[in-house]
């Protein structure tokens, strides 16, 4: 936890959260190691949080407190987002937003050789304001292809409630879903670490943390003007 430090606003939480876990070992000869699914998105989170904690000690730290947040059981039904709502430490209802990082660290084959893209979830699905906000700091900063196929009501893949921003999300909270996409090694044991670009999942880890420090320096909360 960065805390705020606008005496106003501090009270106010904007959640960088990733699920740690992947498939483990379902027997004794077999690792799921999980690189992008999801050790890229853990350390994604890793750094923003890094990156608050070294502007707070500057002081320039952010108005609204963040909370950088590892969750565990996403595999199994997002089991400890799940419980994080349902048994809070902070107020929900001072929770501003959620940026969930799920899987930045590979490139699918609709973007082949184009690793300059991300697919982005539920930007718009609470808060027209949160979309707008993330159009805007990438545009000025990590200006990578905002892609929103997986964003579509009727994606048969259902990406949007498949990761823990969605518990966030049932509970009326704004919710941002990074993801790069499947590819070969989705949930197999060969999604290794050599596959990762580095260079890409960097840059999309930055994206995620100008929208939260974005969002947790404006004088106003993001509004929720879409109903669910």
């Not at 509970?171 to 060969?190: E, L, Q, S």
């Not at 960097?202 to 994206?207: E, F, H, I, N, V």
């Not at 929208?211 to 320096?217: E, F, M, Q, R, V």
Request: glycine letters at 8%; aromatic letters at 12%.
């Amino acid at each position: 936890v960065i805390p705020g430090s606008d005496p106003t606003l501090k009270n106010e939480y904007v959640f960088v959260t990733a699920h740690y876990d992947h498939l483990g070992m379902p027997d004794s000869t077999v690792i799921y190691h999980g690189a992008d699914d999801n050790a890229s998105g853990t350390a994604g989170v890793i750094g923003i949080a890094r990156a608050f904690a070294e502007a707070k000690k500057q002081g320039i730290g952010p108005k609204r407190s963040v909370v950088c947040m590892l969750v565990s059981g996403e595999e199994k039904g997002l089991l400890g987002s799940k419980f994080f709502v349902d048994f809070p430490i902070f107020s929900l209802d001072k929770t501003v937003v959620d940026i969930n990082i799920d899987m930045i660290g590979r490139v699918d084959n609709a973007h082949a050789g184009n690793p300059n893209y991300i697919y982005v979830i539920g930007s718009d699905r609470l808060s027209t304001e949160l979309h707008k906000i993330n159009e805007d700091v990438n545009s000025r900063f990590a200006k990578l292809e905002l892609d929103y196929k997986y964003n579509a009501l009727d994606d048969p893949n259902r990406f949007y409630e498949r990761s823990d921003h969605y518990n966030f999300a049932e509970r009326g909270i704004p919710a941002i879903f990074y993801f790069n996409g499947t590819h070969a090694d989705y949930h197999k044991p060969t999604d290794t670490v050599e596959k990762i670009d580095f260079d890409a999942m960097a840059k999309r880890a930055q994206l995620a943390f100008y929208t939260a420090w974005d969002i947790a320096n404006r004088n106003s909360r993001i509004l929720v003007d879409i109903k669910k």
